[in-house]
């Protein structure tokens, strides 16, 4: 990690002679890519590294050309010879979701979509003439073999997971309809391919586009149908169509021909389902087969929209064999075997936490009368307090945090425990357990324990909001 450093600080010196103040992890989310937040005297930038090349070029080339259309991209300020790293704008960390979930489904909010799809259009249809497509990272467009597998990855790493007997091959036969079906669309320019609300940004209340990189061409519908329909905003039916309204008129206003409207609309909602599907492919193979926890609790949601999209939109094609599928996946019974088991004020469980040092208070009693619970040994990552600079420091404070999670395998091993505990507290919710008890320890209890029992505090009552308490026993042994 320090070379990664050393090198974005080489690449910033190309082109800004301030000093870097500070560089702040930003924490990933599905890809392998790590982003970098660059803190100078007056502004910020941001620098990513990806060893993915041919991506960073397709990323570079997009953004060069949206750039002549005045899209709202960021401006690329440096890219690094072996082009594994580049810097640019920084359009800060407020996404459009972040503004929903904020503000609700005011009238700001509902401007900032129409803002959005707006500038959608105009980088879709004039972004086309720009775009040298054998840019593209995977296919050139989004046609029946793209739709075709984005239908097979749902199969696989979702729907299959469910054990539920089906058909296969009269299915996959539907699938094969489907993907014709829509890959025969008139309207064909840039896809954005996954435009969703975090990916556009909110900075002085105008939007910007981060994350295009997997573009291709493709069916206008596409993007307009993942940003409507994406599970965790939420959109009310009355949103959806009158931002689907808005967003036809801009594109009547780009394209050469007239819209017709009640195709454009089956087509429409045809590729709604595709997106909706795909959307559930990737959170089963993150979820249930990466065992990512975000990915999970984020399938309930997902199936909630495909249940309601089933129940109120028509695609201009039968598919009845699917349907009837698809219409027993979304049952109650099944969506709520992803429900996370949630705390009440009725629950009876609390859950202790505690760092301590192996050297100075040894293993914490459990004076519970059941005992049990867990001990975790924080010795196996790297000690920030070997470093001069966070001696005096804990894992409460963001230096060594940052430390921990740019220069260890903390995330990891965090991980991997919280997969553990999540088993233990979702089944004592269930049988109504009043204790738990989860200790982190290290050499001197004030670094790496302390960091791993504030994060594992915080994930419980994010995801389950339990109740917890905390205690750090060797606090009054801290070096100060």
């Known amino acids: 990690m320090q070379d990664i450093l050393d090198r974005i600080k080489d690449l910033f010196s190309t082109f800004n002679q301030e000093e870097i103040i500070r560089i702040e992890k930003i924490p990933q989310s599905g890809s392998d890519r790590l982003y970098f937040r660059l803190h100078s005297q007056n502004q910020t930038f941001i620098a990513t590294f990806n060893s993915n090349v041919k991506e960073n070029k397709t990323f570079i080339e997009f953004t060069t050309q949206f750039k002549k259309i005045n899209a709202p991209v960021p401006t690329i300020y440096a890219v690094e010879k072996n082009e594994e790293i580049y810097i640019q704008e920084d359009f800060g960390s407020e996404s459009l979701l972040d503004v929903l979930e904020k503000k609700g489904h005011c009238s700001e909010t509902y401007e900032l979509f129409k803002k959005s799809l707006t500038a959608l259009?105009?980088?879709?249809?004039?972004?086309?003439?720009?775009?040298?497509?054998?840019?593209?990272?995977?296919?050139?467009?989004?046609?029946?073999?793209?739709?075709?597998?984005?239908?097979?990855?749902?199969k696989y790493y979702f729907l299959d997971t469910l054990k539920i007997p089906y058909d296969k091959e009269n299915v996959i036969d539907e699938f094969e309809a489907i993907s014709n079906y829509l890959s025969h669309v008139n309207l064909k320019y840039f896809m954005f391919r996954d435009f969703q609300s975090r990916n556009i940004m909110i900075k002085e209340n105008e939007v910007f586009f981060i994350d295009y990189q997997g573009g291709m061409k493709g069916a206008l519908q596409y993007d307009v149908a993942s940003l409507l329909w994406q599970a965790k905003?939420?959109?009310?039916?009355?949103?959806?169509?009158?931002?689907?309204?808005?967003?036809?008129?801009?594109?009547?206003?780009?394209?050469?021909?007239?819209?017709?409207?009640?195709?454009?609309?089956?087509?429409y909602n045809g590729y709604v389902l595709v997106r909706l599907l795909q959307v559930l492919g990737a959170y089963g193979f993150r979820g249930l087969f990466e065992r990512k926890a975000h990915f999970l609790t984020s399938i309930p949601l997902a199936l909630r929209n495909l249940k309601s999209f089933l129940e109120n939109k028509k695609?201009?094609?039968?598919f009845p064999l699917f349907e009837s599928l698809l219409k027993q996946i979304v049952s109650e019974e099944t969506i709520q075997s992803f429900e996370t088991q949630k705390a009440t004020e009725q629950t009876p469980l609390t859950v202790k936490i505690h760092s301590f040092s192996y050297i100075q208070n040894g293993y914490?009693?459990?004076?519970?009368?059941?005992?049990?619970?867990?001990?975790?040994?924080?010795?196996?990552?790297?000690?920030?307090g070997r470093i001069e600079t966070y001696k005096t420091q804990s894992g409460q404070d963001k230096p060594v945090?940052?430390?921990?999670?740019?220069?260890?395998k903390m995330p990891q091993f965090l991980n991997s425990i919280y997969d553990i505990v999540d088993i233990a507290v979702e089944n004592?919710?269930?049988r109504d357990f009043e204790s738990l008890e989860i200790n982190f320890g290290c050499t001197g209890g004030q670094h790496r324990s302390v960091y791993a029992a504030e994060s594992l505090n915080r994930h419980l009552k994010n995801k389950f909001g339990v109740k917890t308490e905390i205690s750090h026993l060797n606090k009054e042994n801290w070096v100060k």
């Open 428 to 430: 004592y919710i269930q």
């Open 315 to 318: 695609t201009g094609i039968g």
């Open 233 to 267: 905003a939420n959109l009310s039916d009355e949103w959806k169509d009158n931002l689907l309204e808005h967003y036809m008129s801009c594109v009547n206003g780009l394209i050469k021909e007239e819209l017709n409207t009640s195709v454009f609309v089956n087509q």
């Open 364 to 384: 914490p009693e459990d004076n519970t009368k059941n005992g049990g619970g867990f001990v975790f040994d924080c010795r196996g990552i790297l000690n920030p």
């Open 401 to 408: 945090k940052d430390y921990l999670e740019q220069h260890t």
């Open 121 to 154: 259009a105009n980088l879709q249809v004039n972004g086309d003439e720009r775009i040298d497509y054998n840019q593209c990272i995977t296919n050139k467009e989004f046609g029946q073999q793209a739709i075709m597998s984005d239908l097979m990855y749902f």
